[in-house]
């Protein structure tokens, strides 16, 4: 398990999208970064390592929901 946040909540869940095999970690000073693996793929999670919000996770959640819905729709699996 590699440590990429100090909210246990955000680690788990980053660490579950590199388990997945469909993201990349990217290590930075403040944020880290997760890249889909996909081709056609052009979003970038930003990941702070020591959130100062209480609500970070929930951003970060929100964030890659967001994403997943719009690659879904750019590849055609869901129609919008």
Not at 7 to 21: E, T, V, Y
Not at 30 to 44: F, G, N, R, V, Y
């Amino acid at each position: 398990m590699i440590y990429i946040s100090a909210d246990k909540r955000i680690n788990d869940f980053c660490n579950a999208l590199i388990r997945s095999g469909r993201w990349n970690f990217y290590r930075g000073g403040k944020h880290s970064i997760l890249k889909h693996k996909a081709p056609t793929s052009h979003k970038a999670l930003v990941v702070a390592v020591t959130p100062s919000k209480g609500n970070a996770f929930k951003m970060l959640e929100r964030e890659y929901n967001h994403y997943i819905r719009a690659y879904l729709i750019q590849t055609g699996v869901i129609i919008a």
